[in-house]
């Protein structure tokens, strides 16, 4: 045999087995069902394939549920895409019914939430306006931040209550659809995570850079006492994929080093795409169950809230023991 002729095999020596007992991913139960027109939205959901995405929605679904009965912690952190895309009334639903008992906002979705409430419409064309030097100027969007920055620092209230009190006392033809108005009117915790020059009411001169940043130092201390508390709840991630899951992952720093359990917490990372920091920080990080959810927010927000209101039925929409 030459040096480099390969060495000869004879594919009659092949082991094969059954088909019947080999180990495989996909079976007939697996498979989805049709389903007719009157079929109800728990129906629909019963009868989707039992794989990937759609076995991690129920997933998540049962974990929200769980927690809700429970009377464990609930909070969805949000970007400012979630309030764009039209999802707050959502949300705002489920903080009505005492399903989500706590909030986080970067510092766009708060902006759009405010804009949304006071003036019933938000979000730019950045491009041509960016061009036309108008970007970014609103002056009611401007003023009422910095006015809640303001009494947000004197009162140490945090900057979330400070905008959701702000916006009630401006009013507007939007406040019903606000996530700031329904969480100050639940009293639920409410923050806002700013990182400083990334919004546009960073450039009006009447911000007090030390009104905000004491602001929103409150805030993420307020967060922490929240995530020490989260054992068997759930952390929503939705539309962050920087701010917000930097943010968790020191409030679970802060729970860890004081001892606190965040046994049986799980988290879920909802976005367009699943990016390094929502992964790790959200999802593998801090020990939790994790589930990633990927797909656009104006179909994934709705399909969970249905999956957790057939889930709840004619359940009491207050959490037990509250």
Not at 151 to 173: F, K, M, Q, S
Not at 190 to 198: D, I, K, P
Request: aromatic letters at 4%; hydrophobic letters at 45%; proline letters at 5%.
């Amino acid at each position: 045999m030459s040096q480099h002729e390969p060495p000869s095999i004879d594919l009659n020596d092949l082991r094969y087995e059954p088909l019947a007992g080999r180990p495989s991913k996909v079976k007939l139960a697996d498979l989805g069902r049709p389903v007719g027109p009157d079929a109800t939205i728990a129906d629909w959901l019963d009868a989707l394939p039992d794989q990937l995405a759609a076995r991690e929605i129920k997933r998540l679904r049962d974990a929200i549920v769980r927690a809700h009965t429970q009377g464990r912690t609930v909070v969805a952190a949000l970007g400012g895409h979630v309030i764009k895309t039209g999802c707050a009334p959502y949300l705002v639903d489920w903080i009505g019914r005492g399903i989500l008992n706590g909030l986080a906002l970067n510092g766009s979705a708060a902006i759009h939430d405010l804009e949304l409430a006071i003036a019933g419409l938000t979000s730019e064309d950045v491009g041509p306006r960016l061009m036309a030097g108008t970007f970014g100027f609103a002056r009611e969007t401007s003023d009422l931040f910095a006015t809640a920055c303001g009494r947000a620092a004197e009162g140490a209230c945090g900057l979330g209550a400070a905008l959701g009190d702000v916006i009630l006392e401006h009013g507007g033809p939007g406040l019903e659809s606000s996530l700031l108005v329904a969480a100050r009117r639940r009293a639920i915790p409410l923050t806002v995570h700013v990182a400083v020059g990334t919004d546009i009411v960073h450039m009006t001169p009447r911000l007090d850079g030390g009104s905000l940043g004491k602001a929103t130092l409150d805030d993420f201390r307020i967060l922490c006492g929240v995530v020490a508390g989260m054992a068997g709840g759930v952390w929503l991630n939705i539309g962050s994929a920087v701010v917000l899951p930097e943010v968790f992952l020191k409030t679970v720093a802060v729970a860890r080093n004081l001892g606190r359990s965040l046994d049986g917490l799980t988290t879920a990372n909802l976005d367009f795409d699943q990016k390094y920091r929502g992964l790790l920080n959200v999802l593998r990080r801090p020990g939790a169950e994790g589930v990633a959810l990927t797909g656009h927010h104006e179909l994934m927000i709705p399909l969970l809230h249905a999956a957790v209101a057939a889930a709840l039925g004619g359940r009491s929409s207050e959490r037990t023991g509250a």
